[in-house]
């Protein structure tokens, strides 16, 4: 019997910096998105139990990469007929899907624009007055 431990149960440590390093069984191109996006944030932002949200993300995102790129192969005469518009909508419905499980993965990770928004640091504008009044 084989006694070496599951790749499914390997645990995302932090690295020599200190920041959430990939699992050893990620593929190179779930890696370099998982480096992208820790490395997109401070230090100490991730840690070890954060691993399996940032790994579906990686997978969803490569995922949205592989239909989009099939999306994009499709020639405009597939689309004038039945059988290419099925394939184009069951595709666009594949993508709109991963997009909203990214999205919900960077919410819950706090890795989207209106995340990081601070209302101190908001420009506002006079009261009373129109943001186009405003000189």
Known sequence: MDKKKPTSLEVAKPSVDGRLAPPGHMSPAEKSIWVGIVNS??????????EGMLTQY???RLNADSIFNQIQEME??????DEGLDR??????????????MNA????????????YRADKAVKTQPGRKPWETK
């Not at 184009?88 to 499980?101: D, G, H, I, P, V």
């Not at 993965?105 to 990081?116: A, D, E, I, K, N």
């Open 41 to 50: 944030r401070p230090a100490d932002w991730f840690q070890p139990e954060h």
């Open 58 to 60: 990686c997978r969803h």
């Open 76 to 81: 405009q005469d597939w689309l004038k007929g």
């Open 88 to 101: 184009y909508n069951k595709l666009s419905a594949m993508q709109e899907r991963e997009t909203r499980a």
């Open 105 to 116: 993965l960077m919410r819950s990770m706090r890795l989207t624009q209106q995340s990081l």
